[in-house]
Structure formats: structure tokens, C-alpha cells
């Protein structure tokens, strides 16, 4: 079958996009040595392609499989969780910055820009504390400080906003979100990147957990289409994982607080800046998406 044929049956993308979805359901369900072997093979038959075949999409998606196998290849070098995820996401760094080298992606396709930062900062924060709040009910999880003190909440802050939000967001949003939605349309692109996002989960082993960050995948590629921002998309992954394993465990109520004084916050500046959108704004932004 022809590349042309691949790409009109849209196999080019089924195909890859359903071994990354068979390789996580195989490690949802103790599989891990045959979950390895498919992505293994995915990721070697994405090289490949994106050799001989000038597609964002391989490169895009051979990101996945590459970060589940630098996750499970990753050696334990700390008895504290909070420092293996350094290790695991920092050679992420490396093929991203190559696809940035190669212009691939602009810089505006991907959000690199500081424009309206501090006006959705604290819509970031209030997104991350109702996330992370959410999760903790879903996940339970145990501790990763071994206290709630100002350096260790420094430490667990700067890791998940600089390594564990920067890189999932690039990833998730940036890049698979981007090119899916060139292919298959704004919603089709926020649905499918959102769904992935999910089974990217599946470590965990908990459906609940699966079903709950693919709607958290939606409301970040929302907040994507919205601001078109890594830094304030990565901020909000980054606080979800801070109030998830550090507010939440330690201050069980402080989360709903934050959530709404930071949501008045951003209220007030909106509406100060004049960034609040009315209802015809609105219903343009939907045309532009293609929703309406």
C-alpha cells in the first residue's frame, strides 16, 4: 500500500496511535515485558517513517513511546520518588529541543511565548488546585515529601512545574494536540490527545484514574486553545501535582481556598484587562474551532 493510500484511510495514524493504546492496555494489565516489546517496535517503526517520510505527526507521536521507555528503562537511584522524576523527564529535553532546532513546530504552534502570562496565572493555579484536588479523591497517593516544609515544597514545586508539566504539556499539548487537530479537526484533536493522555496513565492501574485525567487532558487542551501558552498550561500541570502530593495530603481543605481566591483573582484581572470574552467573542472563538 502506498503512503498515499496509508494517509487516506488515515492508517498512517490509526496504526501508530493503536499500538500506543494496545502497548499501555498490556501495562494497565501486568503486561510490562509486552507493553516494552509493542512500544519498543513503535517507536523503532516512527524513526523510520519520520526518516523517510517529512510528517510531524511520527515525530509527534514517537515522543510517546519513547517517554514510556525512558520511564520503565529509568534505574532507581533514590529511595524518595520525588527525585527519580527528574532523571525521567530530562532526557525528554534532547529530542525537543532538536524539534524546535528544525522548526517543525513555531514557536506560536507550541506556545512559547510569555504574552498574558500574569493575567492567566492565576486561572492556571485555580485549574491545577481543582485537578489536583480531584486526583487526590481518585488516586489516594502516599507521600513523596518526607515533610511539609518551604524547601521541600520549593523542591517539589520546581520539579513538577520545570520537568513533569513543561515536558507532558509539550507532549500532550503542544505537539500531539496540534498535529492532531491539523488532521482530524479541533475537537477531534482535543478528544484523541486528551484520550491518549489517559491511557498514558495506566501505570497506575486504576480505571478511575484512566477515565479522570483523559477529562483532566480536555480541560488542559482547553485551557491550551485558550491561552496558547506552554508556560501557563505547564504551571497548571505543575500545581495539580503540588496540591496533589503536597497540599492535599498534608492541609486536606486549603486546596478549594486557594482554587477560589485564585479564581477571583483572575476574574478581577480579566475584567480589568478587559479579557473576558462576551457572548459573541465566544461564539467566534467556537467558528475558529470549528465547533459552531
Known amino acids: 500500500m502506498k503512503l498515499q493510500d496509508l494517509r487516506g484511510h488515515n492508517l498512517d495514524l490509526i496504526i501508530p496511535i493503536?499500538?500506543?493504546?494496545?502497548?499501555?492496555?498490556?501495562?494497565?494489565?501486568?503486561?510490562?515485558e509486552a507493553g516494552v516489546v509493542v512500544h519498543a517496535i513503535n517507536l523503532a517503526a516512527l524513526i523510520l517513517s519520520s526518516i523517510y517520510v517529512e510528517n510531524r505527526l511520527y515525530t509527534s507521536l514517537l515522543l510517546l513511546p519513547l517517554f514510556r521507555l525512558l520511564n520503565v528503562a529509568m534505574p532507581v537511584f533514590f529511595n524518595l520518588t520525588l527525585y527519580t522524576y527528574p532523571l525521567v523527564y530530562a532526557p525528554m529535553f534532547i529530542p525537543i529541543y532538536f524539534i524546535m532546532k528544525e522548526r517543525m513546530f513555531s514557536s506560536a504552534e507550541?506556545?512559547?511565548?510569555?504574552?498574558?502570562?500574569w493575567i492567566y496565572l492565576p486561572l492556571a493555579i485555580t485549574v491545577g488546585c481543582a485537578?489536583?484536588?480531584?486526583?487526590?479523591?481518585?488516586?489516594?497517593?502516599?507521600?513523596?515529601?518526607?515533610?511539609?516544609?518551604?524547601?521541600?515544597?520549593?523542591k517539589l514545586s520546581i520539579i513538577m512545574i520545570v520537568f513533569v508539566g513543561f515536558i507532558e504539556e509539550f507532549v500532550f499539548r503542544s505537539a500531539l494536540q496540534t498535529v492532531l487537530e491539523d488532521r482530524i479537526g479541533p475537537l477531534g484533536g482535543l478528544l484523541s490527545s486528551s484520550l491518549i493522555f489517559g491511557f498514558m496513565h495506566s501505570?497506575?492501574?486504576?480505571?478511575?484514574?484512566?477515565?479522570?485525567?483523559t477529562?483532566?487532558?480536555?480541560?488542559?487542551?482547553?485551557?491550551?486553545?485558550?491561552?496558547?501558552?506552554?508556560?501557563?498550561?505547564?504551571?497548571?500541570?505543575?500545581?495539580?501535582?503540588?496540591?496533589?502530593?503536597?497540599?492535599?495530603?498534608?492541609?486536606?481543605?486549603?486546596?478549594?481556598?486557594?482554587?477560589?481566591?485564585?479564581?477571583?483573582?483572575?476574574?478581577?484581572?480579566?475584567?480589568?484587562?478587559?479579557?473576558?470574552?462576551?457572548?459573541?467573542?465566544?461564539?467566534?472563538?467556537?467558528?475558529?474551532?470549528?465547533?459552531?
Not at 507550541?110 to 502570562?117: A, D, H, R
Open 18 to 32: 493503536s499500538l500506543i493504546l494496545l502497548a499501555e492496555l498490556l501495562i494497565f494489565f501486568n503486561r510490562m
Open 110 to 117: 507550541v506556545g512559547i511565548t510569555t504574552k498574558g502570562f
Open 131 to 154: 485537578v489536583g484536588w480531584g486526583e487526590f479523591q481518585v488516586l489516594q497517593p502516599g507521600m513523596i515529601l518526607p515533610g511539609f516544609t518551604l524547601e521541600n515544597v520549593l
Open 203 to 213: 501505570g497506575y492501574h486504576i480505571p478511575l484514574e484512566v477515565v479522570y485525567v
Open 215 to 292: 477529562f483532566v487532558g480536555m480541560a488542559f487542551g482547553v485551557l491550551f486553545w485558550t491561552t496558547k501558552s506552554l508556560p501557563v498550561i505547564s504551571l497548571a500541570h505543575g500545581v495539580t501535582n503540588v496540591v496533589l502530593f503536597a497540599v492535599v495530603p498534608f492541609f486536606p481543605g486549603i486546596a478549594l481556598y486557594m482554587m477560589a481566591a485564585s479564581a477571583l483573582i483572575f476574574l478581577v484581572a480579566a475584567r480589568w484587562g478587559n479579557m473576558l470574552p462576551d457572548r459573541a467573542a465566544v461564539r467566534r472563538w467556537l467558528r475558529e474551532k470549528g465547533q459552531v
